[in-house]
């Protein structure tokens, strides 16, 4: 097992740099080794199911100079989501991209990032994740600019620029926790960690620092720009993996690391950030006059919820009913994962065969793009929280843990922003199903369609259905 | 092989709606609907299947309710589909429509066989939202503004009824149904699953969304609508709050109350109706004030409550073959003008509604009146008076449709009427398979008395101006309402206004919070002012309520 | 010798606190790129003054490595902030 966990950060590694020598055959390349990569994360899976957590040194040094990897149930389940949707974008990708000079930009750069967010999800200690937090912001700052456009490169600049401070504050806490326990690694830290000033400023340094990556409202003012301009395939990977990244090293701090120094009134005010993202991100998608802005405020809504959980988990005392509840917020981040990685490249079929993105002038597009109107459908599903969507199953959980430890307050956001929610979808697929002719001719490539299709498809039927073995991995791989 | 039946009847619409822009697709709709008709047919009663790795665990299975529920729903999807298929090509024989349709009936079917809230759940959801499809399609502006609003209260019931549903889990530890016959809900739970259940079932204030929908919606798909899918609503009650739990008692005061209001609501209503559709939604309206009207007093009087389910249920039978075929019927009339002979079919539906004796109308009022309890005499008065109306808003749908300009006559397509009629046969036929004679030749005095007064009206209609005289009320009086409800229109009007001086003040505010949170936005258009000292302050901020409130540990 | 690790500790803090004020309240472009920088070097004195232990004790390796990798980082992120920068100012002389 420890094979796949090295060929998860090394094959993308090897294949960036020989895309970056070999442009001509960089298109195969990346299709060979994204099968290859999903093929470890499921082997990877597998292995911490039967076996439980995964740990390797590199090259046998300890941890502190050396680099650790390991794995649990839910760095597992997530590499495979970074999988899938990193391969489908990439086949993607191949037809996007028609010149073959803008493929010999991407690629590298793509590799690049898929290999630091497989590292990050690997990494066991601190220095290792600042390391790899700055690779994934610098590639992904990198693809967001690629289009060139006056818009896509500012929007790129500040992004970069808050990553960098994001990433300072990160640091800033490691330092202090190295200062204060003289470990980095992270299973060490969560023994050794006592409450007192260290602790208390470190966490907050590092929050801070990954709020802002995050883009937790009110700091998500960079990431509509970012993601409404970068090209279809980095919009969906930036939307629905690079954010969750640093999500997801909020939740081990939060949930490993600190558990025993977070409070809960802390955790009530990422609730109310939380809250505020839904609100706030959705009311602003409704007013989106172009689909991709749309999808950038969706998820900032969305992340959001995930925020919600934190008051709900920390109410919750340690045992089956908060891991359950701890499945539920996996749950929603996968499904989120799925279903807008699909949306953001049904968009840009949409985008690429009308010239625009303006969701008044879709009238009629189901005629001409039914599998991609019907993409944007399935994702629309997932994103509102239908059943069978896995978002159903993460909410119900989210509703039922508020209900269970008595915050009523968390019910009433999570039910508006579903409203709100169903407002935004439907009006772009009441403009999509309308009879007009549209103006467009649109020949929908299978190669484009077909990813978007099956990643929105995964979201709404293959989580829900089978969304049992979510849990079942996460109490196994623990 | 049982098993696999009710399965089937969830897979294979969508499966068959996954087909539907083939080139053979046109008979899809047709065998999507057997698995239901044969399970209702040939399934025994106490068949289960259990998914328990599916969602949150499915139960699949059928009762004698959900048999009989299987047996009109199938039916009567079976005959609209048959009736799509005749249709013209081009209009409704589309592969958008064809979609929409099967999705539909998946959910629709699909949640009689449920067994659990959450299956249930979701074949109400999948239901209610392809029925969105199905009244947006013709896709002119009337149908798209019916269609949002139609959207626009399905969600919100849906919302309710999921609230509903994570509370009643919390409550009963479970989400099968029969878990729940032994949980008390309480208050709140059952005032949700009212609002939710009762916006399907169109109850008086929550119907808003129905005269529209059902007034622009394609014939077969109103076909359903006002047949099956409503009745769905009267399911969810049945299934989430089965009756003999004391705390019903009281909420069962309160739908009889608001089924009473909802019969002479619908009735007067549909009574004002110019347009054939919105006369019969609105008779849908009243027909289901008869069904709330039924639970709550079977929730009142427990121990009545077995006789009362199964009169009910084959009263939702009942209307929904009838209300349905009458649906068809106008639909036939709408593309190939009244022929005479549709006429006739329309006049012995009409008669079946009203509850003229040898119908199945008469059946199933018959019924439900024995199996009320004895204390329920007042009831026994309202449905009476009700089934007059009834015959009333026949009458004037009959008259309604002989007093509209000729239309060009077009072949009818032979399909079509052939479902048409095989429906009117069926409705026919079914009351000598299952009644005494007793019960079929109840209800005589009330269909005359109707149909002395509808003759009165008829006659009359020279006189009086039509609306007031189907209102029973002086000209003056329908003055004096008019130049009420001017005013209100003049209240709202004086409301805008204010409502925009204060709007200058609040786009004032909103612009600068949009600034100040979309400078990417803003800084495009390349006049706004720098934000990074806002938001800067605001990380900052964060930080610092955070580090205060991991210090305040105890 | 406590004095120079606090007085290598307490001017971290300080470039760290005067590049975080630039960086938030300089409109300039590249200002803000030079502010984080400044940010950048002051957590480098930071991790220099925690990795001192003491007279005749050789310094802790593990932050001297943290340092170096972050010069790195910084570096590399500075490069690509420049060269967007550059694209940005480029196509609009008057930005």
Same mark, same amino acid.
């Given at each position: 097992?420890?094979?796949?966990?090295?060929?998860?950060?090394?094959?993308?590694?090897?294949?960036?740099?020989?895309?970056?020598?070999?442009?001509?055959?960089?298109?195969?390349?990346?299709?060979?080794?994204?099968?290859?990569?999903?093929?470890?994360?499921?082997?990877?899976?597998?292995?911490?199911?039967?076996?439980?957590?995964?740990?390797?040194?590199? !090259?046998?040094?300890?941890?502190?100079?050396?680099?650790?990897? =390991?794995?649990?149930?839910?760095?597992?389940?997530?590499?495979?989501?970074?999988?899938?949707?990193?391969?489908?974008?990439?086949?993607?990708?191949?037809?996007?991209?028609?010149?073959?000079?803008?493929?010999?930009?991407?690629?590298?750069?793509?590799?690049?990032?898929?290999?630091?967010?497989?590292?990050?999800?690997?990494?066991?200690?601190?220095?290792?994740?600042?390391?790899?937090?700055?690779?994934?912001?610098?590639?992904?700052?990198?693809?967001?600019?690629?289009?060139?456009?006056?818009?896509?490169?500012?929007?790129?600049?500040?992004?970069?620029?808050?990553?960098?401070?994001?990433?300072?504050?990160?640091?800033?806490?490691?330092?202090?926790?190295?200062?204060?326990?003289?470990?980095?690694?992270?299973?060490?830290?969560?023994?050794?960690?006592?409450?007192?000033?260290?602790?208390?400023?470190?966490?907050?340094?590092?929050?801070?620092?990954?709020?802002?990556?995050?883009?937790?409202?009110?700091?998500?003012?960079?990431?509509?720009?970012?993601?409404?301009?970068?090209?279809?395939?980095?919009?969906?990977?930036?939307?629905?993996?690079?954010?969750?990244?640093?999500?997801?090293?909020?939740?081990?701090?939060?949930?490993?690391?600190?558990?025993?120094?977070?409070?809960?009134?802390?955790?009530?005010?990422?609730?109310?950030?939380?809250?505020?993202?839904?609100?706030?991100?959705?009311?602003?998608?409704?007013?989106?006059?172009?689909?991709?802005?749309?999808?950038?405020?969706?998820?900032?809504?969305?992340?959001?919820?995930?925020?919600?959980?934190?008051?709900?988990?920390?109410?919750?005392?340690?045992?089956?009913?908060?891991?359950?509840?701890?499945?539920?917020?996996?749950?929603?981040?996968?499904?989120?994962?799925?279903?807008?990685?699909?949306?953001?490249?049904?968009?840009?079929?949409?985008?690429?065969?009308?010239?625009?993105?303006?969701?008044?002038?879709?009238?009629?597009?189901?005629? =001409?793009?039914?599998?991609?109107?019907?993409?944007?459908?399935?994702?629309?599903?997932?994103?509102?929280?239908?059943?069978?969507?896995?978002?159903?199953?993460?909410?119900?959980?989210?509703?039922?843990?508020?209900?269970?430890?008595?915050?009523?307050?968390?019910?009433?956001?999570?039910?508006?922003?579903?409203?709100?929610?169903?407002?935004?979808?439907?009006?772009?697929?009441?403009?999509?199903?309308?009879?007009?002719?549209?103006?467009?001719?649109?020949?929908?490539?299978?190669?484009?369609?077909?990813?978007?299709?099956?990643?929105?498809?995964?979201?709404?039927?293959?989580?829900?259905?089978?969304?049992?073995?979510?849990?079942?991995?996460?109490?196994?791989?623990? | 092989?049982?098993?696999?039946?009710?399965?089937?009847?969830?897979?294979?619409?969508?499966?068959?709606?996954?087909?539907?822009?083939?080139?053979?697709?046109?008979?899809?709709?047709?065998?999507?609907?057997?698995?239901?008709?044969?399970?209702?047919?040939?399934?025994?009663?106490?068949?289960?299947?259990?998914?328990?790795?599916?969602?949150?665990?499915?139960?699949?299975?059928?009762?004698?309710?959900?048999?009989?529920?299987?047996?009109?729903?199938?039916?009567?999807?079976?005959?609209?589909?048959?009736?799509?298929?005749?249709?013209?090509?081009?209009?409704?024989?589309?592969?958008?429509?064809?979609?929409?349709?099967?999705?539909?009936?998946?959910?629709?079917? !699909?949640?009689?066989?449920?067994?659990?809230?959450?299956?249930?759940?979701?074949?109400?959801?999948?239901?209610?939202?392809?029925?969105?499809?199905?009244?947006?399609?013709?896709?002119?502006?009337?149908?798209?503004?019916?269609?949002?609003?139609?959207?626009?209260?399905?969600?919100?019931?849906?919302?309710?009824?999921?609230?509903?549903?994570?509370?009643?889990?919390?409550?009963?530890?479970?989400?099968?149904?029969?878990?729940?016959?032994?949980?008390?809900?309480?208050?709140?739970?059952?005032?949700?699953?009212?609002?939710?259940?009762?916006?399907?079932?169109?109850?008086?204030?929550?119907?808003?969304?129905?005269?529209?929908?059902?007034?622009?919606?394609?014939?077969?798909?109103?076909?359903?609508?006002?047949?099956?899918?409503?009745?769905?609503?009267?399911?969810?009650?049945?299934?989430?709050?089965?009756?003999?739990?004391?705390?019903?008692?009281?909420?069962?005061?309160?739908?009889?109350?608001?089924?009473?209001?909802?019969?002479?609501?619908?009735?007067?209503?549909?009574?004002?109706?110019?347009?054939?559709?919105?006369?019969?939604?609105?008779?849908?309206?009243?027909?289901?004030?008869?069904?709330?009207?039924?639970?709550?007093?079977?929730?009142?009087?427990?121990?009545?409550?077995?006789?009362?389910?199964?009169?009910?249920?084959?009263?939702?039978?009942?209307?929904?073959?009838?209300?349905?075929?009458?649906?068809?019927?106008?639909?036939?009339?709408?593309?190939?003008?009244?022929?005479?002979?549709?006429?006739?079919?329309?006049?012995?539906?009409?008669?079946?509604?009203?509850?003229?004796?040898?119908?199945?109308?008469?059946?199933?009022?018959?019924?439900?009146?024995?199996?009320?309890?004895?204390?329920?005499?007042?009831?026994?008065?309202?449905?009476?008076?009700?089934?007059?109306?009834?015959?009333?808003?026949?009458?004037?749908?009959?008259?309604?449709?002989?007093?509209?300009?000729?239309?060009?006559?077009?072949?009818?397509?032979?399909?079509?009427?052939?479902?048409?009629?095989?429906?009117?046969?069926?409705?026919?036929?079914?009351?000598?398979?299952?009644?005494?004679?007793?019960?079929?030749?109840?209800?005589?005095?009330?269909?005359?008395?109707?149909?002395?007064?509808?003759?009165?009206?008829?006659?009359?209609?020279?006189?009086?101006?039509?609306?007031?005289?189907?209102?029973?009320?002086?000209?003056?009086?329908?003055?004096?309402?008019?130049?009420?409800?001017?005013?209100?229109?003049?209240?709202?009007?004086?409301?805008?206004?204010?409502?925009?001086?204060? !709007?200058?003040?609040?786009?004032?505010?909103?612009?600068?919070?949009?600034?100040?949170?979309?400078?990417?936005?803003?800084?495009?258009?390349?006049?706004?002012?720098?934000?990074?000292?806002?938001?800067?302050?605001?990380?900052?901020?964060?930080?610092?309520?955070?580090?205060?409130?991991?210090?305040?540990?105890? | 010798?406590?004095?120079?690790?606090?007085?290598?500790?307490?001017?971290?803090?300080?470039?760290?606190?005067?590049?975080?004020?630039?960086?938030?309240?300089?409109?300039?472009?590249?200002?803000?790129?030079?502010?984080?920088?400044?940010?950048?070097?002051?957590?480098?004195?930071?991790?220099?003054?925690?990795?001192?232990?003491?007279?005749?004790?050789?310094?802790?390796?593990?932050?001297?490595?943290?340092?170096?990798?972050?010069?790195?980082?910084?570096?590399?992120?500075?490069?690509?902030?420049?060269?967007?920068?550059?694209?940005?100012?480029?196509?609009?002389?008057?930005?």
């Amino acid at each position: 097992m420890t094979d796949a966990l090295i060929a998860l950060v090394a094959l993308p590694l090897t294949a960036a740099l020989l895309a970056l020598l070999l442009p001509r055959i960089a298109t195969a390349l990346v299709i060979f080794s994204g099968l290859a990569i999903t093929a470890s994360a499921i082997a990877l899976l597998y292995g911490v199911n039967t076996a439980g957590a995964l740990h390797y040194e590199l !090259g046998g040094w300890t941890a502190g100079l050396g680099i650790a990897l =390991r794995a649990d149930g839910l760095s597992a389940i997530l590499l495979l989501m970074i999988a899938l949707v990193m391969f489908a974008a990439s086949v993607y990708a191949s037809a996007y991209f028609g010149k073959a000079s803008e493929r010999a930009q991407f690629w590298p750069l793509w590799l690049l990032l898929w290999t630091a967010l497989n590292a990050l999800l690997l990494s066991g200690d601190l220095f290792n994740l600042y390391v790899t937090l700055e690779l994934l912001g610098l590639s992904a700052v990198a693809l967001a600019a690629l289009s060139g456009k006056h818009a896509a490169v500012q929007a790129a600049l500040r992004y970069l620029l808050v990553g960098l401070l994001g990433s300072m504050l990160f640091l800033v806490g490691v330092a202090l926790l190295y200062a204060g326990y003289a470990t980095l690694d992270l299973a060490t830290l969560t023994q050794v960690v006592k409450p007192g000033p260290i602790a208390w400023s470190a966490l907050t340094l590092m929050t801070l620092g990954l709020l802002l990556k995050t883009a937790l409202f009110p700091l998500h003012f960079w990431l509509p720009p970012a993601h409404g301009s970068a090209p279809a395939p980095v919009s969906a990977v930036l939307s629905a993996l690079v954010v969750k990244a640093a999500f997801y090293l909020v939740l081990r701090l939060w949930l490993d690391v600190f558990a025993d120094i977070v409070t809960p009134t802390a955790a009530n005010l990422l609730g109310v950030l939380g809250a505020g993202a839904v609100l706030w991100g959705s009311w602003q998608a409704l007013r989106a006059e172009r689909l991709k802005l749309l999808a950038a405020y969706s998820t900032v809504a969305q992340l959001g919820y995930l925020f919600l959980f934190f008051p709900l988990l920390l109410a919750l005392p340690p045992g089956p009913a908060r891991d359950v509840a701890t499945g539920g917020l996996v749950m929603l981040a996968l499904t989120h994962g799925f279903a807008k990685a699909g949306l953001f490249l049904a968009i840009g079929i949409v985008q690429q065969r009308s010239g625009h993105d303006n969701i008044q002038e879709l009238g009629g597009m189901v005629q =001409r793009l039914p599998l991609t109107t019907f993409a944007i459908a399935l994702a629309g599903v997932a994103l509102i929280g239908l059943p069978p969507s896995g978002t159903f199953l993460g909410k119900w959980q989210l509703i039922s843990a508020a209900i269970a430890t008595g915050q009523w307050l968390w019910v009433a956001v999570t039910a508006i922003g579903s409203l709100l929610a169903a407002a935004y979808i439907f009006r772009i697929l009441g403009h999509a199903f309308g009879n007009q002719p549209y103006p467009h001719q649109a020949v929908a490539v299978a190669r484009e369609e077909w990813p978007a299709l099956l990643l929105t498809l995964t979201a709404t039927l293959v989580l829900g259905l089978a969304g049992a073995h979510v849990w079942t991995l996460l109490e196994n791989g623990s | 092989m049982n098993a696999a039946m009710l399965l089937l009847i969830w897979l294979l619409p969508l499966l068959l709606a996954a087909l539907s822009g083939q080139r053979y697709a046109r008979w899809l709709t047709v065998i999507a609907v057997l698995p239901a008709l044969i399970a209702a047919l040939t399934v025994p009663i106490g068949t289960t299947v259990s998914l328990p790795w599916l969602l949150l665990g499915v139960e699949l299975g059928l009762d004698k309710t959900g048999r009989l529920f299987l047996l009109f729903s199938s039916l009567l999807w079976l005959a609209a589909s048959l009736f799509a298929i005749g249709s013209p090509k081009g209009n409704i024989d589309s592969t958008r429509f064809r979609v929409f349709f099967l999705l539909a009936m998946a959910g629709n079917l !699909g949640l009689i066989v449920a067994q659990d809230m959450l299956s249930f759940y979701l074949g109400f959801t999948l239901m209610g939202l392809a029925a969105y499809g199905l009244v947006a399609h013709p896709a002119s502006l009337r149908a798209r503004r019916a269609a949002r609003r139609y959207l626009a209260w399905t969600i919100a019931g849906e919302l309710i009824l999921f609230s509903a549903i994570v509370i009643l889990a919390q409550q009963s530890g479970g989400l099968s149904f029969q878990m729940l016959k032994t949980t008390t809900p309480s208050d709140l739970v059952v005032l949700l699953l009212i609002v939710g259940f009762g916006i399907k079932l169109a109850l008086p204030g929550l119907h808003l969304w129905l005269p529209q929908a059902y007034a622009v919606a394609p014939a077969p798909a109103v076909a359903v609508l006002s047949g099956a899918m409503i009745k769905a609503g009267l399911l969810g009650w049945l299934r989430f709050l089965p009756p003999g739990d004391a705390a019903l008692i009281g909420w069962g005061e309160v739908l009889m109350v608001v089924g009473v209001i909802g019969i002479f609501f619908g009735a007067i209503n549909g009574l004002l109706q110019r347009h054939p559709r919105l006369l019969l939604g609105y008779s849908s309206i009243s027909k289901m004030g008869v069904l709330t009207l039924g639970i709550g007093a079977a929730w009142a009087w427990p121990a009545a409550a077995p006789a009362l389910i199964s009169a009910l249920v084959i009263y939702a039978a009942h209307h929904a073959l009838v209300k349905g075929a009458l649906f068809l019927g106008l639909g036939l009339v709408e593309r190939g003008g009244l022929r005479p002979w549709i006429w006739a079919g329309l006049g012995f539906l009409a008669l079946a509604l009203a509850g003229a004796p040898l119908t199945s109308g008469a059946l199933a009022k018959s019924m439900l009146t024995t199996s009320l309890p004895d204390q329920a005499h007042s009831l026994l008065t309202v449905l009476g008076v009700a089934a007059f109306t009834t015959v009333a808003l026949m009458a004037r749908l009959l008259y309604l449709l002989w007093q509209q300009p000729a239309k060009p006559v077009a072949p009818h397509a032979m399909l079509s009427m052939l479902a048409w009629l095989l429906l009117l046969a069926l409705i026919a036929l079914v009351p000598f398979t299952q009644a005494d004679a007793s019960q079929l030749f109840s209800g005589g005095v009330a269909l005359l008395l109707g149909l002395i007064a509808a003759a009165l009206v008829v006659q009359n209609k020279q006189r009086l101006p039509e609306l007031a005289k189907a209102q029973g009320r002086s000209p003056k009086a329908r003055r004096y309402l008019r130049a009420r409800w001017h005013r209100i229109v003049l209240l709202m009007r004086a409301m805008q206004t204010r409502s925009r001086t204060l !709007g200058s003040t609040r786009r004032v505010i909103e612009n600068s919070m949009h600034d100040a949170l979309q400078p990417g936005q803003q800084l495009q258009s390349k006049k706004g002012t720098d934000s990074w000292p806002l938001i800067g302050s605001l990380w900052l901020g964060i930080g610092a309520l955070l580090l205060g409130a991991l210090m305040m540990m105890t | 010798m406590l004095t120079t690790q606090w007085l290598y500790a307490l001017s971290g803090c300080l470039l760290l606190a005067l590049g975080l004020r630039s960086a938030l309240l300089h409109p300039a472009l590249l200002q803000r790129i030079l502010a984080i920088n400044v940010m950048g070097s002051g957590v480098f004195m930071l991790l220099i003054a925690i990795a001192y232990r003491g007279p005749g004790m050789p310094p802790d390796p593990i932050p001297h490595a943290l340092v170096l990798t972050g010069i790195v980082v910084a570096v590399s992120a500075t490069a690509l902030a420049l060269a967007l920068a550059r694209r940005l100012t480029r196509e609009q002389p008057h930005d």
